[in-house]
């Protein structure tokens, strides 16, 4: 089974780490301030200072000066160039210390059977492709609301479509072309596969999964687990 193993840590420094945070930001507007790397479809990563996308374009403002307008199929994602210091939550770190541990509970990324039709916007086709990809319907409705917030004709500032926040790119992978992006099943269906892809890529590792899905499986591989960007962070 592919599953989020058990952990043990102490009380004054448990985290609740919510399903839908490793997977979310993908909405925000798009900030210029901090430098950034666009990674390519040929597996180039360029430094880039801000971006812009326009329509099936996007122009990218090169951290060593000049631009670049590239077709939006040719951009596999836009993740941050920078170190996120790890912090603790105030309410958390300002806990006195306690010896006592806490046993965190298992997510089932995948099919067991007994899950229902998730009470959210496009309930039945995330059941139905959960179960046609032996996916947990709870792990898709989840990121279903942390990607897009059920919008099915969200697009982010990055160039990321539909229910699922994927790039064309990533969708023309697993089969499914740009321009079904906008249609619930579609997106479903390309998100369903590359999530299969990246279980069996990362061992069923949720954290490396989710990581994957928000800044790419070459970044996680490089940084042996979930990269130092405060977004995907």
Known sequence: MNE?????????????VALV??????LAPAATARAELAVLTNGSVVKIDGYRLDGDR???????????????????????????RPELPPAIADQPASEETVLLPRFLMTWDGAESVPATPYGELIFAAAERHQLNPRLLAAMARAESAYDAWAVSPKGARGLLQLMPATAQRFGVRPRELFDPARNLEAASRYLRYLIAEFDGDLE????????GEGVVARYGGVPPYRETR
């Open 4 to 16: 989020f193993p058990s952990a043990r840590l102490p009380r004054s420094r448990l985290i609740v």
């Open 21 to 26: 945070a490793a997977v979310s930001g993908t």
């Open 208 to 215: 490396r999964v989710l990581a994957a899905y928000n800044a």
């Open 58 to 84: 996007m122009r990218l403002d090169l951290a060593a000066g000049g631009s670049l307008t590239l077709a939006i199929g040719r951009i596999e994602r836009i993740v941050d160039d920078e170190v996120a």
